[in-house]
């Protein structure tokens, strides 16, 4: 367990003052629904660029990639350079002239208008329980963690960390939670620097952490570069820790998955539904390329360094075992912490890691928030809420979604299998969403009988690929298989991208064949919607250097440049 | 925008190096593996936090 000293309480306590501090000052400049769950668009392009990064950069994020790090080495950064910087370039290319564009509150009401209110009811129930369960999963994490580091009571953590949320995002509202993702952002950058830098100079440098992988990967019966090279192990599905092969990686991870995520979650897009024009919703996504794509050597180095050192020995560095006796990986974090930070730094470490438990349950919650008082309260409760009866409700709902995370919180303390289950179940509404999108985006004959039955389609095909395939050595149940197993995968991870893979095109085809048996869409209704039926305006202003278009494929070279060197 | 986060950032990053640092420069505690991390880091932090603030100060001269 870690001794925290004064001086670390001392860094804790400023951080969470100045917290309250901005939600504080904030709360003047909420007046209307608009200025509570999209900041009155008033945001510049790199904070809602940081905030669309850091929303995603949970915790749980920071403390699972350094896992994934120490258990498949450098291919994890697949999850970067693969897996969400083609995603996002497409987002600001493509398809952000439509979120923004249509004037739309969320990504379900977009769903409203280019199909139809069925289509955005599925999107928006799905998505208001999925939040509020995944932020109650960030809660029990972070309760659970601070209980086994510094011995905190697990109840009265979680309640504090809860209500400063609460608090500030009540105050400010979206706009709070996105100063603190910012805020959080610069906290994991300059709290992990260090780490990695301590952690290099103590295993030799680059050169020392290489051939330490070397032994890791010899060591469980792999060619000696399986943990420090990224694409060269990826002919086949045996020769690298992640039993992948590269079709599986690009297809399910590279565009499904990360095409699924990256431009169709509302958490993220909210924060570029805020931004303050066109030109600044088109860049956010592109301002998060950039320290996305260098959080691989943040987050996943670390892990790294942590099963190097635990090969080779040296200076007696061991993570502790799991139950079962395999390394608990999610330790890797914690442990390096209290290796390498003296109190002072650990204080900063650790408010690092609060801070981003915390943001991420208030993105979750935001987006909560306005899906629920937009998407599903104005809809379906009361058509004809005034602007202040819906701030009213936006604040409502927020206590609630504070409170239904605390209450999945202690369901997943109480029952990790119902936690497990849920989290499959969402896995298979979500699969299937990008196909629905890509085709309301760019083909004008879709229409909401086709994509509505698509997504449902897509969801069941999910299911039942789940249902019939099993990952090795697990048994049949919550990993799979609990229809009859037809098909072994060689990882967790290969079944999840074919899962994904599988849904993708289950709905792309049934939103099709749907859509051709019943009637086009007016043509007038898709102005705006539409990639055919939206006049493209001349670009944005400035010069051919500035333009999106540019940016992005800038993004995307270095993301290919980046890939060459770890190849 | 009504607030630039500039400011509260700013002026919490140089808390945080004036804590840090300090408390490096004055703790007797042996400096791991012959680096006093806390005095350098805060100098570190302080530094990214008057950046911040001075972008900040010119930002509000441009509005």
């Keep these: 367990m870690i001794k925290l000293a004064l001086i670390d309480w001392a860094l804790l306590a400023l951080y969470f003052a100045f917290v309250l501090g901005i939600g504080w000052w904030l709360k003047r400049h909420v007046r209307t629904s608009e200025d509570f769950f999209l900041s009155g668009r008033s945001m510049p392009a790199w904070v809602a660029g940081l905030a669309f990064m850091s929303a995603n950069l949970g915790a749980q994020e920071v403390i699972g990639m350094a896992a994934s790090g120490a258990k498949y080495g450098m291919a994890t950064s697949h999850f970067y350079w693969v897996g969400a910087i083609p995603a996002m370039v497409f987002l600001a290319i493509f398809m952000m002239p439509f979120y923004y564009g249509s004037k739309a509150r969320s990504v379900p009401e977009y769903l409203r208008m280019r199909f139809d209110e069925k289509t955005r009811g599925f999107n928006a129930i799905s998505f208001a329980v999925m939040t509020v369960m995944s932020s109650g999963i960030s809660m029990y994490a972070m309760g659970l963690l601070l209980n086994l580091l510094l011995g905190w009571d697990f109840n009265v953590s979680m309640w504090i960390c809860a209500g400063i949320v609460l608090a500030y995002i009540l105050l400010g509202g979206l706009t709070s939670a996105i100063y603190n993702e910012v805020l959080q952002f610069f906290l994991i950058v300059f709290g992990f620097l260090p780490l990695v830098l301590l952690g290099l100079r103590d295993i030799g440098g680059w050169s020392g952490l290489r051939s330490g992988l070397a032994r890791v990967a010899t060591d469980q019966g792999y060619a000696s570069g399986a943990w420090s090279d990224s694409w060269q192990y990826l002919g086949s599905t045996t020769a690298n820790p992640m039993g992948v092969e590269w079709f599986g990686l690009v297809m399910g991870l590279g565009f499904v998955l990360s095409f699924g995520y990256w431009c169709t979650d509302f958490l993220i897009i909210q924060r570029a539904m805020a931004a303050e024009s066109m030109q600044a919703a088109r860049r956010t996504p592109l301002v998060a390329t950039v320290p996305k794509m260098l959080f691989p050597f943040l987050v996943i180095v670390p892990g790294m360094i942590a099963i190097a050192l635990v090969h080779s020995g040296h200076g007696n560095f061991a993570l502790p075992a799991k139950a079962d006796g395999s390394l608990n990986y999610d330790l890797v974090i914690p442990v390096m912490l209290g290796r390498y930070f003296p109190n002072g730094l650990l204080g900063l470490g650790l408010t690092a890691l609060i801070a981003s438990f915390m943001s991420g349950m208030a993105g979750n919650v935001t987006a909560f928030n306005t899906v629920w008082t937009n998407d599903i309260y104005r809809p379906y409760i009361r058509p004809n809420a005034s602007d202040s009866a819906l701030l009213w409700m936006g604040r409502a709902a927020t206590v609630v979604g504070v409170l239904l995370s605390l209450v999945a919180a202690y369901l997943a303390a109480a029952f990790n299998n119902i936690m497990d289950v849920l989290q499959l179940v969402f896995a298979f509404i979500n699969a299937p969403l990008f196909a629905t999108f890509l085709l309301g985006m760019f083909w004008r004959r879709a229409n909401g009988h086709g994509a509505f039955t698509g997504l449902l389609a897509g969801t069941v095909v999910a299911a039942v690929h789940h249902g019939l395939t099993l990952p090795a050595h697990a048994v049949a149940g919550v990993k799979g298989g609990w229809l009859e197993t037809m098909h072994i995968y060689p990882s967790e991870m290969a079944q999840n991208f074919w899962t994904a893979i599988f849904a993708f095109s289950g709905c792309f085809a049934v939103t099709v064949l749907v859509s051709l048996l019943f009637a086009a869409p007016e043509r007038g209704t898709l102005r705006g919607l539409v990639y055919s039926e939206t006049p493209h305006a001349a670009e944005e202003s400035g010069s051919r250097w500035t333009r999106t278009t540019t940016l992005g494929l800038m993004a995307l070279g270095a993301a290919v440049v980046l890939n060459l060197i770890f190849w | ?63």
């Design chain 2, 1 to 63: 925008m009504n607030l630039d986060i500039r400011w509260p950032m700013g002026i919490l990053f140089v808390l945080f190096g004036v804590l840090i640092g300090g408390y490096g420069a004055l703790s007797d505690a042996t400096p791991i593996g012959g680096l006093n991390v806390n005095l350098l880091w805060g100098c570190v932090l302080g530094a990214f936090g008057l950046a911040m603030l001075w972008l900040a100060r010119r930002g509000a001269r441009q509005e």
